[in-house]
């Protein structure tokens, strides 16, 4: 099967050099990644596969995003990339950093997960000055970092909601799309040298979703450091499919299509599917490879066949053209590559500078929880009634050694059990914020 020859893969030269990693950037590649789960014994040994063998790559000054149905894959190829997966995960293949099994140091990568960590309680600059100062090493001043994070805000388009308070469940503070916009902030602050997004656009307007992505192309090669993107997106306008320069298409785990995205109609067109004159591209594929639906006739009658069979035909295709090979060349010219670069560890705040900052923004947030402090005011009134009443008895002349113990272990199990409701809430909230909106 021949494949026409549109796809040149940009030549890689093998040479050694001392270029720094924001010079030379990162080169991320992924090999015959599988990655499954337990499951019934509906599946072979027991475990789901969710991603079928993927082979791709990331380079540097280049976005690549990542394409298909939901509950295809794209989250999970993210958190493999990102070295997240869950612990009932099994992963083989090979992921590697310019060609090498290598971490990382810390602020050169970072990822902004699906779901919007942040507390609720602290307006937008005091989420990402907080941010600021606890990325930042400490020899930068306080106003240096005060200026990076009015930046970022202004970049991501809310300078209007800088004292605008987060808010959660309880308290409605900024839109959906705002809090996404907020994550991205807290994560491009360092200004990493590998950026993953998981669905950086989700609950944006068309508008929106347009300035936020093209100001997240923006920083492929901004302030002289060539970045690497890989964002997953789920319904690009035509205008925002043109700001990635690589495609990554997925169907139940498989790969559909990956390459240029210059290329992605004529590889569609080339197998039988065209996309009709006047169509957004990405709505056509994203159409063709959505299994997940039981077909009208109409549907059929306009793609000539159900989609179960057309995502069949387009992996196999795609495992069979010419464009598969030279995606497995050029990650195998990546990871011959020579990188002559030596890692150079990034200062960040020092142990005690983090320590204060996390305690004046926990303070900060346990005084503005309202609701953490009637349910401590309840618990703690109850608590005195119950024990001051004991304590009447144990007082009286005739009470035994026994009653008194009783009130000394009673006491200390109240106080244990005070001490974890108050106080175990705002913890795991705060580990959930550590969690989603930490530099890698
Ligand atoms: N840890 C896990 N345990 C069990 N199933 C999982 C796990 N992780 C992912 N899955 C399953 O794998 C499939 C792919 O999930 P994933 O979140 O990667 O899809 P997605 O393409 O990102 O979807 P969406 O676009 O809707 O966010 C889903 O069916 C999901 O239920």
Redesign the pocket.
């Known amino acids: 099967m021949t494949f026409p020859d549109y796809y040149e893969p940009s030549s890689i030269a093998v040479e050694s050099n001392n270029n720094t990693i924001e010079e030379e950037g990162i080169f991320l590649t992924w090999k015959d990644l599988h990655?499954s789960?337990?499951?019934g014994k509906k599946y072979a040994y027991g475990r789901?596969p969710?991603?079928k063998g993927l082979t791709g790559y990331a380079k540097p000054a280049q976005l690549l995003a990542i394409m298909?149905?939901?509950?295809?894959?794209?989250?999970?190829?993210?958190?493999a990339l990102a070295g997240r997966?869950?612990s009932?995960?099994k992963q083989t293949g090979k992921i590697l950093i310019n060609g090498r099994k290598e971490a990382l140091a810390y602020g050169t990568s970072a990822y902004v997960t699906?779901d919007d960590a942040v507390l609720a309680t602290l307006t937008v600059g005091e989420a990402v000055n907080y941010s600021a100062q606890l990325q930042f090493p400490n020899s930068m001043s306080k106003r240096e970092k005060e200026e990076r994070a009015i930046s970022t805000i202004t970049q991501m388009g809310l300078q209007d909601a800088t004292n605008t308070m987060i808010g959660g469940c309880l308290s409605k503070g900024l839109s959906e799309g705002q809090k996404r916009r907020l994550s991205i902030c807290i994560q491009i602050l360092t200004s990493p040298s590998l950026l993953l997004l998981?669905?950086p656009t989700s609950g944006l307007d068309s508008a929106a979703s347009y300035y936020v992505m093209t100001r997240i192309a923006s920083l492929k090669a901004r302030d002289g450091i060539k970045r690497t993107i890989v964002a997953?997106i789920?319904q690009p306008s035509s205008q925002l499919f043109q700001l990635f320069q690589d495609l990554c298409l997925?169907s139940c785990?498989e790969t559909v299509y990956f390459g240029p995205t210059s290329a992605a109609t004529k590889f569609f067109a080339s197998r039988g599917f065209p996309c009709p004159p006047l169509h957004n591209p990405a709505d056509h594929f994203l159409r063709i490879i959505n299994k997940d639906f039981k077909m009208v006739e109409e549907d059929c009658f306009h793609i000539g066949m159900k989609n179960e069979d057309t995502v069949k035909i387009l992996v196999k295709f795609y495992s069979s053209c010419k464009i598969n090979k030279q995606v497995r060349k050029e990650v195998a010219t990546i990871c011959e590559k020579e990188y002559g670069f030596v890692e150079r560890k990034r200062r960040q705040a020092s142990f005690i500078t983090q320590c204060n900052i996390l305690l004046r923004r926990s303070s900060l947030h346990l005084f503005r929880d309202v609701s953490n402090y009637w349910l401590r005011i309840a618990i703690f009134t109850i608590a005195a009634v119950s024990l001051g009443t004991i304590f009447l008895d144990v007082t009286s002349s005739d009470a035994s050694i026994q009653a008194r113990g009783s009130l000394v272990s009673f006491v200390a199990s109240v106080l244990t059990f005070i001490t974890l409701l108050g106080g175990f809430p705002p913890f795991v909230e705060q580990m959930k914020v550590k969690n989603c909106s930490q530099t890698m």
């Open positions: 990655v789960v337990p499951s789901k969710i991603l298909g149905p939901s509950g295809c894959g794209k989250s999970t190829l993210l958190d997966l869950g009932n995960t699906h998981d669905e997953s789920h997925l785990g």
